[in-house]
């Protein structure tokens, strides 16, 4: 039955493997001419990859693109975080990759900056001489390298906040914890009402970072950003301290047991969602899960049939060190911006979506209205009247507070670190969490990682 | 094997199987279930939706049966080479093969990668096909010469008495009876082959390409992780290979026993 | 006879009719057979000749210090080797490999024979169990990961199952914990793997020779006495054969580890040759020493493959 097809194909093959043989020796890998272009600015076929956003967001994006540009077409193509690189890096060095991609602040401009034109052209055509003052700041630094501007910024994201749920709370009379004594007594009477109280997705690098870079802005604020930058060393009595109140969380019960093995997607935030635990360390883009339709889509895919959405409410870090520096403290990036590949044969349509959506009004309010991401060209903000909310009264306001507090937010979230030092991260936050390493240990470890990757220290 | 000589005997033996059985079934069960909570069916409406379900479908298929017919033919030559004619130095072009067994897939990345551009093989069906048959080939020989080491040199001497060449003596001995062993290979290959998960992320970037198992990729996003429709679209994808176990079980199984590893 | 030793012809039962492979057979064969070697030559060209030429490029890039794209590598020569043996995640990932080849080895080992063992005796539904024990084979360990990670969850269905049958106190977030995720992977391997065990087991029980076994059970032998004495001998082939690929399967291990325990986590307690050279070559972008670790991996899983089939058919010489 196969037979007939498989000696052609046997016979093809043996071919093709014959001249690869011999072209073995000779490779070289393919230059990186810029190609001619095939399409215009209003007309033409864009390829667009990201891990960011969901399809469903993407085409919702496209859809009003179109109605601007019907006369070109965005393809989106969505690969998980996890296998972005795998996927991502051939596809550049090929010259069939895709024409627009994402590209997150820190490591991964350094890693693909160089596939990406500079797209200071661009902005500047579409928002003037003084873009800089128009756009968030955040999204511009986070973005370039040497001077170039790899990626236009979609939005941003922040974190340094908790979130709870408002129904726990109220149902056991207990205030949302302010410090690490009230927070270790919430946690106290949850657990004696069978519920849980804090979740988080500690098996991953991100999500430990942000925990502890909020406890080390409560710890003395800025030190983070210095042990980054190499203005102060990992070793820093402040991360040691740091890294002892990460393992007190873990030894005071905060942490739900077996939170080295959890990831926040979606193992802690099915949980939360799904009202098992009270709180879960979460930033801005959880702003999506406030709303009724978001939450209820969430709690289904959480494996829960028909139940109803409640009110979450996004809450201050702790002031876990106690010294002084309580309330908000805020850290964010560019969640993603949008890069065109130098390799593109469709280069000016895709500069034309990549404008439109980054730097145009309308782009933008379609963005805000997202709510995962915070529009990057000032003014915008997400139209709270097309929003409903499980309980608009008590959410809207706290919400959109939120959003007023990051504005003139600068601390950097990852995007001052390497992947070097990211994944050392991860290693030192879960080995002292498991006892395996002191706090004054695992922060040796993190300098020994810091100068691995090329930091340099004062 | 075991000998029951009473009735209790039989019942306690029948106990002991099934109670060793239930924990393989019982990740089975977690499985289907997982893949209907929440939307219930509407998670498998949600794969179904997937915009080029249908195509991801075909192209694994292709792919899966691209492999399996490379596998098959290239097998079948090399097993009955080494089985039944001359060859000088068998064993170490046999032990060259079987070394093969070891190179783990993603060793393979950068030098096929390399390679499929220049060749302008990268982001085809080829891309794929060519290195998973490659990585199957060492596997089915072993199988393959095993089985046909078990059929009596005297037939293909007889064979050739009667003025058959080793071609006729092939297509005419061996094609048909190795069928068993084939049920063996075609499932193995078709495991290998459908579920492989790196090849087509990296060497398959067109969209109209991408294959089955990519298809999880489309519920996993940066704020979310909708793991009730990542089963569904885990049942959905075991089901062929499923199916095709169950269609050729008892052929497999033959062959198996006649040319067991040993 | 190392050299046709995996394809195992010797066996402590009588032989049926088989020629090949050695012994007085040899010479004239050869005398009559016509050449094989344009037989071959497709299988070599496409698996020797694919992956071999990927063993050589993966042997240069090793010598380099390499991100995978920049278009100028620097070479370092041996070094990227020296600083593996001294890279203790790398030692870390091989005492793993060790410990996980031994437990899944002698469990499956156990499984399988037991399996094979029962299905071959009078049991109703044979062909059912003989099905659920296969099914875990056909499907991806990637298709299954999120699976096992619900199972092992603290609040998964394996502790619900614990506390259903009285085992409460047992209860703990298995994939979470360093203690017992190396068990939770180990155990899920198991379960992916018996069915190839039990299989080729039970083909090679089918052909032990029944009258041996009817007249130990005439001499008196019981159940177990049967199964020490006849069965497992008879079976020493494929326990070897058996062994080197799980071997080889130890060293490449990669999906459960990545998938189900956080990416070799929690803080390496997973981590395999398999996880570490992922990490290191496609995040970390380290091609050349993901490279130098490929290559030691191969030699590594060439030496055990070679050493377990000598010793294991040294052995087999030794008992007949």
């Known amino acids: 039955m196969l037979k007939s097809l498989a000696t052609k ?12 043989g011999m072209a073995a020796l000779g490779l070289v890998s393919c230059s990186s001419s810029s190609a001619p272009s095939s399409s215009s600015a209003t007309s033409g076929t864009v390829n667009w990859w990201g891990w960011t956003p969901e399809l469903a967001t993407a085409k919702s994006y496209i859809a009003a693109f179109n109605k601007v540009y019907p006369k070109i077409k965005v393809n989106y193509k969505q690969v998980t975080i996890a296998d972005w690189e795998a996927a991502l890096r051939p596809a550049l060095a090929s010259s069939s990759g895709p024409d627009v991609f994402d590209v997150q602040p820190g490591a991964y401009v350094t890693e693909f900056g160089s596939f990406a034109e500079d797209l200071t052209p661009v902005i500047k055509k579409s928002l003037g001489a003084d873009w800089k003052s128009k756009v968030s700041p955040i999204g511009i630094s986070g973005l370039s390298e040497k001077g170039k501007l790899t990626a236009l910024s979609v939005g941003s994201t922040y974190a340094g906040t908790l979130w709870i749920n408002k129904n726990l709370f109220d149902k056991y009379n ?12 919430d946690c106290k009477t949850f657990a004696s009402n069978g519920v ?12 430990n970072q942000d925990t502890l870079q909020s406890i080390a802005d409560s710890v003395e604020p800025g030190l983070w950003t210095k042990m980054s930058t190499g203005a102060a060393k990992w070793t820093d009595p402040g991360m040691v301290k740091t890294l002892t109140i990460w393992k007190e969380l873990f030894t005071d019960n905060i942490m739900q047991p077996g939170a080295i093995g959890y990831a926040q997607y979606p193992d802690a935030n099915n949980d939360f969602l799904t009202g098992k635990y009270a709180m879960v360390m979460m930033g801005t883009w959880y702003m999506q899960y406030a709303t009724t339709t978001g939450m209820t889509a969430a709690i289904s895919a959480a494996g829960v049939a028909g139940a109803k959405p409640f009110p979450i409410l996004p809450i201050a870090f702790p002031d876990v060190a106690k010294a002084g520096h309580a309330g908000y403290h805020m850290y964010g990036d560019s969640d993603y911006g949008l890069a065109v590949a130098s390799k593109s044969k469709n280069k000016s349509a895709a500069e034309t979506f990549v404008s439109w959506l980054t ?12 709510l995962d991401d915070i529009p990057a060209l000032n003014g915008v903000a997400p139209d709270f009247n097309t929003i409903a909310m499980p309980s608009q009264s008590v959410q809207q306001g706290p919400v959109e507070s939120l959003i007023k507090t990051v504005g003139p937010v600068s601390e950097a979230r990852e995007s001052l670190l390497s992947s070097g030092v990211q994944t050392a991260i991860l290693a030192a936050s879960t080995s002292v969490a498991s006892g395996q390493a002191t706090p004054a240990a695992a922060a040796a470890t993190l300098q020994a990682a810091a100068v691995a990757a090329g930091e340099t220290f004062k | 094997m075991f000998e029951t000589r009473s009735r209790w005997a039989t019942i306690v033996l029948q106990i002991v199987v099934t109670l060793l059985v ?3 079934l019982f990740p089975l069960i977690v499985m289907v279930q997982g893949s209907l909570a929440g939307a219930g069916w509407g998670n498998y409406v949600a794969v179904f939706n997937v915009p080029g379900f249908g195509q991801f479908f075909l192209n694994s298929a292709i792919i899966a049966v691209s492999v399996i017919a490379l596998v098959y033919v ?36 950068a030098p096929l990668f390399a390679t499929d551009t220049t060749l302008g093989l990268y982001d085809t069906y080829w891309a794929v096909i060519l290195p998973l048959a490659a990585l199957q080939v060492p596997f089915g020989v072993l199988l393959t010469r095993n089985f046909i080491n078990g059929i009596p040199n005297e037939l293909f001497e007889a064979a050739r008495v009667d003025g058959a060449n080793s071609i006729r003596g092939f297509w005419y001995l061996v094609i048909p009876l190795t069928r068993p062993i084939a049920a063996a290979i075609v499932i193995f290959t078709l495991i290998g082959a459908w579920n492989d998960y790196l090849m087509p992320l990296v060497f398959l970037q067109d969209q109209s390409l991408q294959t089955i198992t990519l298809i999880p990729q489309f519920f996993i996003g940066q704020f979310s992780d909708d793991q009730t429709k990542v089963l569904a679209s885990a049942v959905l994808t075991a089901i062929p290979e499923v199916v095709a176990y169950l269609a050729l079980q008892r052929l497999f199984e033959r062959g198996l026993s006649a040319g067991a590893i040993k | 006879m190392t050299g046709a030793s995996l394809t195992g012809e010797k066996l402590g039962r009588t032989k049926p009719l088989r020629s090949t492979g050695g012994g007085g057979t040899t010479r004239r064969r050869r005398l009559s057979q016509p050449p094989g070697l344009p037989w071959i030559l497709p299988a070599l060209i496409l698996s020797v000749g694919l992956l071999y030429y990927c063993i050589g490029y993966t042997g240069v890039i090793s010598t380099w210090n390499w991100d995978g794209i920049s278009p100028n590598p620097v070479s370092v020569g041996f070094n990227n080797y020296v600083q593996i043996f001294q890279d203790p995640v790398f030692w870390d990932a091989i005492e793993h490999t060790v410990i996980f080849f031994v437990v899944t080895f002698v469990v499956q080992t156990f499984l399988g024979l037991m399996f094979a063992v029962l299905l071959h005796s009078k049991v109703k539904l044979a062909v059912v169990y003989k099905i659920i024990i296969f099914v875990p084979v056909v499907l991806a360990p990637a298709i299954m990961a999120p699976v096992f990670r619900q199972l092992f969850a603290p609040d998964g269905q394996f502790n619900w ?17 360093t203690s017992t995720s190396l068990a939770v992977v180990m155990s899920i391997t198991v379960w992916e793997f018996t069915g190839v065990t039990f299989i080729l087991y039970f083909a090679a029980m089918g052909q032990i020779d029944q009258s041996i076994l009817e007249a130990a059970r005439i001499d008196g032998a019981g159940n177990f006495r049967t199964l020490i004495s006849i069965i497992w001998p008879g079976v020493r082939g494929t326990t070897v054969a058996l062994g080197v690929l799980s071997a080889i399967g130890a060293l490449k291990t990669f999906d459960v580890p990545w998938l189900v325990t956080s990416q070799g986590g929690p803080v390496y307690s997973t981590e395999f040759l398999g996880t570490y050279i992922y990490r290191i070559t496609i995040p970390l972008d380290r091609v050349g020493y993901g490279a130098a670790l490929s290559i030691i991996l191969l030699v590594v899983a060439l030496v055990m493959a070679i050493i377990i089939n000598v010793r294991g058919r040294e052995r087999d010489g030794v008992t007949e």
């Open chain 2, 22 to 24: 239930l924990p393989y």
């Open chain 3, 161 to 177: 199952v614990l506390a259903h049958i009285g085992l409460g106190f047992l209860q703990q977030p298995w994939i979470g914990q």
């Open chain 2, 74 to 109: 290239v097998t079948m030559l090399a097993a009955f080479g080494f089985s039944k004619l001359h060859i000088r130095a068998r064993e170490v072009y046999f032990w060259m093969l079987l070394a093969c067994l070891t190179m783990p897939e993603v060793v393979l990345l």
């Open chain 1, 359 to 370: 730097t145009s009004k309308a782009g933008q309010q379609v963005v805000g209205n997202a």
């Open chain 1, 174 to 185: 207990l205030t949302p914890p302010t410090t690490l004594a009230q927070w270790v007594s």
């Open chain 1, 9 to 20: 194909r046997v016979g093809r093959s043996v071919a093709v493997l014959a001249v690869a």
């Open chain 1, 196 to 207: 849980g109280c804090f979740v988080q997705g500690a098996s991953q690098e991100g999500f």
